[in-house]
């Protein structure tokens, strides 16, 4: 079989596991396939046992860590590795930044006298609203004269959402002088020039403003200049009051960061972080002298997967954690003691760098040459597509040439190479002529002429159906669109033809679903039955009832509207509400199901749901069936209605899982940048000559400059230099031509590029000046035929690439629709789902009302902590020596070094000598496991899961031991008490090993405070197992699991 012409570097990057690679991975090849290579390369190494559990795989979205997880997964499998490599690869780390970092913060935060647990917060309008109204005064940092002068020209609550805004991003501290004077006399000399007044009128407005300013007013606008913005006396008016809005830049950021660094300790005061504090207080943790140093010993090895989507906190807290231990300062800086050996990779791509305003593109490049100039580092490059057939190759190639260029900080172009039996595929060149489109003697705005474009080209793909677009079904078609609004456009005009369509969306939440919005307000009124406000939301969006209707019924009084009691009714309004108190009436004392299904049957929910546009809302009766089977969840765990009600308004902003409709059979709609990182067969990309205007966020706000990534605060277009304007301009046209490289390579067998300039160009025939088509032009006024080379029609397409298998046609009969009995008996057994039971303490379901109160971590807890990780990494065949060694390695890192030495003095003596470990320790052949993770099928409703401390096996003679370690204060008289508690913890460990492997099991605590192993007795575990196989679910998980309240 053919190589790639890279493949000699895609085998470097898998196999030189002493090497720091930064893989420069173009479009289509296969950066994903290139990592799992990689950690299948450190499973078959000798090491891989001690290495997997350290492995650190991070992606940008959880969506793609679970794929890369998964993947390497069942490579691992087919490769048929010692069973305790597939059990560290079970240890290892597969995430985001964002995961990661609390990962970190969990072990230890502590260092940082951080709260725990820590819950993430998403949506903090109401932690903002009580941290705002409990601030009395802001601006401590500043002297009494200059916040009295800076609040004169800004209000309090601006300083306040300047703060909100910045989030955890590193405002930094300017070093503030005192305000400086104001002197305009040169304004003033100014005079009008002939005809005109601006100047005059703009020194009167100035007059005016200095009385103001001299007189002390409370509160200063700005005063206005009349006169264009590119005259010579604007320019001077600017000069003159560049020092003192310089000044109040400066002063506004030393608030903000004031505002900024109370609102983290007001999160972290209730036990709540943001995505950014994950990152932020990551990184303190990293500057810490003692917590940088315990995390660098963790010897982590990270992947970076999408490496050019990476903020330079996110780089920093990668690249600090796999240092060397005794490292100090920061890397980047200082250059001294970089990553170790294999521990750093990165994989990504400059061309698809798409969010400037997050990632810093010079800071990947500064991280990128730091890694390669480094003894240990390397590039490497991937240039192989094995996505675009051979036309799409040398269009991209042909296109992007000389767009991406490395020239003024835009990033140099990797030329794509073709795949071994690379496919021939097709560029379709579109033309629009607008005289056969728009109407004539019309002036059109801009989303009219959209209209009439989505139109036409919804024709166009109808007429050209899915062998010209070398497609084998619908939703392996895609139409990709930098702005969310313009696919609604497209959607709507294809509709209209009758195709099916799928608008793709991260940020959907789940409230935007009727089945969602429409069954949380029948809940809620059915647990609230006066909220008049809920009830006539449910009268008007469900039950279809008139604003003027309404409006009768209510005779200004809203307490009409009530459903707690029954009253007769004759009218639209009135019986309607009758038969919702009936409903409300019979669904008391029902259990949650029974309660939900009775209110969906009685209002005909379903029937209603299913009555909306399908092309629009095509899952409804699926999503309405998925709250069903969460209603019987929430029944099996105590829940009642009103708190099920509770729980749906509570996660109604909450964002809904991305669907790719895999299972419809529709046409893509999706943004270019959502589809970075995805591929269909044929790909549209329409809208090319429409204006792109960047978004403007209202003043004040903070801006970004592309060239240091320094956050300045803005109050007016003057207070942005013209050196800041044209290179943020600069950056925003580059970062759009990257998102059309991104667009034009989603598609394995065609594109078709619209060429729209006729629709949307000037009267002059020129381009609009942010139009895509004008960056895939080089700045060119108009389109010339530049893409004729590489392009064809859709005319001169005859028959269906061979590059696409048709599609297999449907053997069998058709499956018989289901009926109303079937789905209704389907519709019950929904509740009978598999529900899981963890009794290990350290699962990461913690319980809802732990979650709520954040809690310091105490002396226990961490020393808890220590022990466990002490034990994790005993070398059990290393003997007693080998064991005090790595106690004595570990000691300055406990928390209370005091105990944990007259601890180890009672736990060494018994360690290694007791007899029921020591039968396993005679044996060379005995298999030694620590954080043993399992699962165990109970029955057909519960499975038990969980994490095992130690586990300890002999296959030969068919024996098993299970060591629970602990670590609590116990003495001697309370042994068997002690005992007692845990036992039903550790018959649940048994049960479970013992079903499974079929052996003989025994299972006991180590108590460190003891020295000693307590076993239970085989006969003592059966006759507990009888007594709590008898409970029902929800009691036996909080009798196996003594230690969810308490850690350790």
Known sequence: MVKPRDESLRARFASELDRNFSVIASAGSGKTTAITQRVLSIAH?????????????????????????????????????????????????????????????????????????????????????????????????????????????????????????????????????????????????????????????????????????????????????????????????????????KWICDAATCVAAEVQHDYLDFRLDHGLVTYGDQIALAEELLKHPVAAQRIREENFRVILDEAQDTEPLQFSVLLEATRPPKASGAWLQDRHLGPRPGHFCMVGDFQQSIYWQRADLNYYRAVHEALISDKHGESLEFAVTFRLDQKQLDFVNATFRGILNNKDGQVPFVELQPRPEILPGKVIGLPLVAKELLPEGKKLK????????????????????????????????????????????????????????????ERDVKGDSPAYAWLTALLTIMTDPLNAYEIVGVLREIFGASDHDLAVFSEGQKTRFRIDEIVSATGRISSVLHMLAEIRQRAEGLALFDAVTLIIEQTQLRERLLLLPATEFADLARELDALVAQAAEAEANGMILAGFAEQLRNDFASPRAVRFSADDNAIQLITSQKAKGSEWQAVIVPFLARELRPPSPPYPHLVKSPVNGELIIAFGREDKSKDLKEAIERAQQQELERLLYVATTRARHSVVIVLDQEIFSSNEGRLPRTAQLRRLLRDKDSYSGEFDQHSSTIDEILEPSPSVRQAPQKKGAEIEPLTSRELKGATKRASEFVRKITPSTLDSDVPAEVRTQARPDNLATLYGRWWHKFFERL???????????????????????????????????????????????ANDEALFHAEFPFSWRR??????????????????????????????????????????????????????????????????????????????????????????????????????????????
């Open 875 to 921: 070398d059990w065949k290393g003997g007693i020596d080998s064991a005090q060694k790595l106690f004595e390695e570990k000691l300055p890192s406990s928390p209370d070094p005091k105990a944990a030495a007259k601890d180890w003095n009672a736990t060494r003596r018994n360690l290694f000598s007791d007899a029921s470990i020591a039968r396993f320790l």
């Open 45 to 245: 190494s000798p090491h891989a046992a001690e290495t997997l559990p350290h492995l650190v795989v991070v992606t940008f979205t959880n969506r793609a860590a679970d794929e890369m997880q998964q993947r390497t997964r069942q490579a691992l499998l087919e490769e048929n590795l010692r069973p305790e490599v597939q059990t560290a690869f079970n240890r290892a780390f597969f995430g985001t930044i964002h995961s990661f970092c609390m990962k970190l913060l969990t072990d230890f935060g502590h260092y940082l006298g951080l709260p725990a647990p820590l819950e993430l917060v998403q949506d903090d309008d109401d932690l903002w609203q009580e941290f705002a109204q409990k601030q009395t005064r802001i601006g401590r940092s500043l002297d009494d004269e200059d916040r009295a002068t800076l609040l004169r020209f800004v209000q309090a609550r601006d300083l306040m959402e300047l703060a909100r805004r910045a989030a955890s991003a590193v405002l930094q501290m300017p070093g503030l002088s005192p305000c400086p004077p104001l002197d305009f006399a040169e304004v003033y000399q100014q005079v009008d020039q002939a005809g005109r007044d601006n100047i005059s009128k703009s020194q009167a407005e100035l007059r005016e403003w200095e009385g103001r300013f001299v007189a002390d007013w409370e509160y200063l606008r700005w005063p206005v200049c009349f006169t264009a913005a590119n005259a010579r006396f604007t320019q001077l008016w600017q000069e003159k009051f560049a020092p003192l809005r």
């Open 939 to 1048: 029955n057909d409703r519960s499975v038990l899961e969980g994490l095992i401390d130690s586990i300890m096996i002999n296959r030969e003679a068919g024996r098993c031991l299970l060591v629970d370690w602990k670590t609590n204060e116990v003495s001697s008289s309370d042994a068997e008490i002690f005992r007692a508690r845990y036992r039903p913890q550790l018959v649940a460990y048994w049960k479970a090993v013992g079903e499974i492997t079929r052996l003989e099991v025994e299972a006991g605590l180590f108590s460190t405070a003891l020295g000693r192993l307590l076993l239970y007795s085989a006969e003592e575990l059966q006759i507990e197992w009888d007594r709590l196989e008898q409970l029902p679910p929800a009691q036996l998980e909080g009798e196996i699991r003594p230690d969810a309240l308490d850690d350790f």
């Open 446 to 505: 801009d989303y009219q002429k959209a209209r009439f474009e989505a139109e036409y080209l919804a024709r166009w793909i109808k007429d050209a159906g899915l062998k010209k677009l070398s497609a084998d079904s619908w939703r392996d078609v895609a139409i990709l669109c930098p702005r969310k609004a313009w696919l609604q456009t497209m959607a709507a005009a294809l509709r209209r033809v009758g195709l099916p369509v799928a608008i793709q969306s």
